[in-house]
Nanobody, 122 residues
């Protein structure tokens, strides 16, 4: 079974930085064929897209975090990262790791981590 475990969250002051990690297990050497992403959900809001990174390494980030957040992956460690700089109170949310696979021989599948809290406050 695919399991995604987020780490690196916590409490940080505005303007500070955090790096989230998402370690994948249960997929062994095929981590490299999964597109990976980060999503977040704040109280009162719906889950929203934050950033994605494709199998080929192309990245996309939400306008709200562009220039501040960077997504990357290390296929040798089966891990995707979200470097968050210049954090703002509005970044406070539960952050979820996502793994997406889309192959012609199967229906697309999404796997989600349990989520990790990021709180930006003085």
């Amino acid at each position: 079974q695919v399991q995604l475990v987020e780490s690196g969250g916590g409490l940080v002051q505005p303007g500070g930085s955090l790096r989230l990690s998402c370690a994948a297990s249960g997929i062994g050497s095929i981590f490299s064929i999964y597109h990976m992403g980060w999503y977040r959900q704040a109280p009162g809001n719906q889950r929203e897209f934050v950033a994605t990174i494709t199998v080929g390494g192309s990245t996309n980030v939400a306008d709200s975090v562009k220039g501040r957040f960077t997504i990357s992956r290390d296929n040798t460690k089966n891990t995707v990262y979200l470097q968050m700089n210049t954090l703002k109170p509005e970044d406070t949310a539960i952050y979820y790791c996502n793994a997406h696979i889309s192959l012609a021989i199967m229906t697309p599948r999404d796997y989600w981590g349990q989520g990790i809290q990021v709180t930006v406050s003085s």
